[in-house]
């Protein structure tokens, strides 16, 4: 079973930076990083494929950056220049690669397995 543990959400100004990390206990996976406010749909922000590619959401480009750490078995989200539209409650999201099968979608539907979500306020 996998499983996906979040940290480093918490209250920054406007213009800060945050650093989220997930924990995970299987390698062979895609991964993304989603947010969810009340009352929306879950939307992602960055997505990771298993070899490595980045994509991101237009409203968090070029401000956060995703990375994986496989040695370490962690997954990150580096959040700079937060804005108060970026306050949401952030997800880890995966999904296990099987050769030949198309993985890390940008839908929540993608992704089999989940964190518990960390929150993230920033304020103006």
């Known amino acids: 079973q996998v499983q996906l543990v979040e940290s480093g959400g918490g209250s920054v100004q406007s213009g800060g930076s945050l650093r989220l990390s997930c924990g995970y206990t299987?390698?062979?996976?895609?991964m993304a990083w989603f947010r969810q406010v009340p009352g929306k749909e879950r939307e992602v922000v960055a997505r990771?494929?298993?070899?490595?590619?980045?994509n991101y959401a237009e409203s968090v480009k070029d401000r956060f950056a995703v990375s994986r750490d496989n040695a370490a078995s962690m997954l990150y989200l580096q959040m700079n220049s937060l804005k108060p539209e970026d306050s949401a409650m952030y997800y880890c999201?995966?999904?296990?690669?099987?050769?030949?099968?198309?993985?890390?979608?940008?839908?929540?539907?993608?992704?089999?397995?989940w964190g518990q979500g960390t929150q993230v306020a920033v304020s103006s």
């Open positions: 999201a995966a999904q296990t690669f099987k050769l030949g099968i198309t993985c890390g979608g940008p839908y929540a539907a993608d992704y089999a397995y």
């Open positions: 990771l494929s298993y070899g490595g590619t980045a």
């Open positions: 299987s390698s062979r996976m895609c």
